[in-house]
């Protein structure tokens, strides 16, 4: 009895990595494809979305997170409407709001065009969901959302799944952070991404609402 289940158990937990690399390794060939740069200056008037991340890293804001802003502020710069749209609820560590900390950067960096901030989102999905809500309010047409290569994968399912390419002439945009450029595909972020495809996938956030 106890060598079949640990039989069962070995198993299992082969089956799980084998799954977990197969995931990976697809993962990693569009994060590379997302992150080609993508030309967006002649999108008419677009509200660029800027999704969040963990605050604070050793005490300063985690540039992963920053270098999203600095994305956004490149691509909305060419056009004289300028709106950023900053997703991202409370922090749980650092007990405060991603999307306040975005603003406060990006005020921090000039920029002076008009800030929304989403601040009730706790995962990617309420990021979409939330600040589809928002953009609907403010007539957006064009949206192009920001995020680090390795997540634009999941973003573009969810968002397809919410139904927000029908909504939206809606473009994605890689931010090359720091912390991409210094770890790529072996992030702490890209590592865990895997099972965030898996549990989005459980949890039917990856099929089209009726």
Known sequence: MAKSFRLIVAWTLIA????????????????????AE?????????????????TVTKG???????????KAIEL?????????LLSGGLDPVEQ???SQVMADYAIGKGFKGQLIQENNSTTTHENLKYSALI??????????IVSEPYQLWRISLLASAQGM???FDLHYAAAKTECWKMQGMLSTGAVREPFALVKNFVQGNFFKLP
């Open 38 to 54: 993508v030309k967006l200056a002649n999108v008419p008037n677009p509200v660029v979305v800027v999704l969040g991340n963990r």
């Open 16 to 35: 799980g990595a084998l799954l977990y690399l197969v995931v990976y390794i697809a993962l990693a060939l569009r994060a590379y494809e997302f992150s």
């Open 165 to 167: 390419n029908n909504q």
């Open 135 to 144: 953009l609907r309010n403010e007539g957006a047409k064009t949206v192009i």
């Open 96 to 98: 405060n709001f991603e």
């Open 60 to 70: 300063v804001p985690n540039v992963c997170m920053t270098g999203r802003v600095d």
């Open 76 to 84: 909305i710069a060419p056009h004289q409407r300028q709106i950023l």
